[in-house]
């Protein structure tokens, strides 16, 4: 590793690690020096298909040599391509498309209010949980459980309402003492928080406190979304739908595309003039969409996701579970995190250095969002690399 974090000319938003990626090919990358690493990050849960995949290559440069971008003034068919399997995969309505994760967000929150302006809530709040990520833009950050993320950038936007995560008596609570409640908005396993599930039952009690408050049911699927579980989407276990899902990461396999997808209930509550995105929606981008929706069906990661994620998480529990210093093994499919009983950063460069891409979240969490192309070869080999790390760690002294 003998590049520099420093870019001089980049602004220093980042704790970079002092590693330049150069190319990629499955779920391997190797760096400007020619060194190999096991990609067990996957761009942070973005690079559905690994990296260089065949047909996602050969669809994006036939694109590329038709078109990139025309903008929202014309029709854009690929839009209707991608919204028709969002659409047929979830079991809701109609989508909305942006570039990321916030800016889906963004639009779930305009979404809420304005369902609140409709019917004369002239001030609405949205339920949020405590240990949420919902991205950096005033109103996401604002959404965002976590004060390290919002200190220094107050005053906040207005109209949210924290509650505990996977605590519906909670939520009840907040039914009873606020009548300008328009929504109820959360990740189905948070992601940056620390991978922490949402329970089936806390799921559908939430479903039905929305239904008996005709309140909206917004699901953040930008991390766990995208066949990434083992499923379309992570809320499919509880058996519920949601009326909102927020999209991105994974859904354009490292191509920029985000989207809103929402149900009945809330299809008609923008139109035109409300909302937009130059770029959201382009070709390019729907053309990766569609692609990698339609690569994840033909070969089957979904089931790999869930079948090789459990072995992995099996294996980790069977390494690490038991050990003093190791709170808990837990994750569904590719979603995995492993929570150390005090902070672990240092183990984001301890693991690149042994060939490893992970991430530490939430300070104690190890996450572990691959490929969904992850072979379950490759899963014992992060096992492998990542074991002996995690042991010789826990042996410091904290
Ligand atoms: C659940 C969730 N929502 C929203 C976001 C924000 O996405 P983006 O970084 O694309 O704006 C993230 C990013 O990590 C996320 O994990």
Not at 51 to 58: E, F, G, N
Not at 88 to 117: Q, V, W
Not at 261 to 274: D, M, Q, S, T
Request: proline share 5%.
């Amino acid at each position: 590793m003998t590049h520099p974090a420093a870019m001089p000319h980049v602004m220093n938003t980042y704790g970079r690690l002092p590693i330049a990626l150069s190319h990629g090919r499955g779920c391997r990358v190797w760096d400007t020096d020619g060194r190999e690493y096991l990609d067990a990050l996957g761009g942070i849960a973005v690079n559905t298909l690994g990296h260089a995949h065949p047909r996602l290559v050969a669809a994006l440069t036939e694109q590329i040599g038709k078109l990139i971008h025309t903008s929202n003034y014309y029709q854009v068919p690929l839009q209707e391509t991608v919204g028709a399997l969002l659409t047929g995969h979830s079991g809701l309505s109609t989508a909305f498309f942006c570039s990321t994760g916030l800016e889906a967000n963004e639009a779930a929150i305009k979404l809420a209010r304005k369902f609140g302006h409709d019917k004369g809530i002239t001030r609405p709040e949205i339920i949020v949980c405590e240990r949420a990520f919902h991205g950096r833009s005033l109103a996401t950050l604002s959404a965002t459980g976590n004060p390290k993320i919002q200190e220094g950038f107050g005053p906040l936007v207005e109209g949210f309402v924290r509650v505990p995560f996977n605590d519906a008596a909670a939520v009840r609570d907040i039914a009873k003492s606020h009548p300008n409640v328009v929504a109820v908005m959360l990740e189905p396993v948070q992601g940056v928080g620390g991978i922490n599930p949402a329970r089936n039952d806390y799921l559908r009690e939430l479903r039905a406190l929305c239904d008996a408050n005709d309140w909206l049911l917004m699901l953040d699927e930008v991390q766990c979304g995208v066949a990434r579980t083992g499923k379309w989407f992570a809320y499919q276990w509880a058996g519920i739908q949601p009326d909102v899902m927020s999209l991105a990461k994974g859904l354009g396999s490292g191509v920029p595309v985000g989207a809103l997808v929402v149900g009945e209930r809330a299809k008609n509550v923008l139109g035109p003039g409300n909302h937009g995105s130059t770029f959201g929606g382009n070709p390019l981008a729907m053309r990766a969409a569609a692609e990698t929706l339609q690569i994840i069906e033909a070969d089957g990661l979904m089931a790999n996701a869930a079948t090789v994620g459990a072995a992995l998480k099996a294996s980790l529990q069977r390494e690490l579970g038991e050990l003093p210093g190791v709170v808990e093994v837990r994750g569904e499919g590719l979603m995995i995190g492993v929570e150390l009983a005090r902070p672990c950063g240092v183990l984001l460069t301890r693991a690149a250095e042994a060939g490893l891409l992970l991430s530490v979240t939430a300070d104690t969490v190890i996450r572990i969002v691959p490929p969904l192309i992850l072979s379950a070869a490759e899963a014992d080999e992060i096992v492998a690399r990542l074991a002996p790390l995690v042991k010789a760690f826990l042996a410091e002294q904290a």
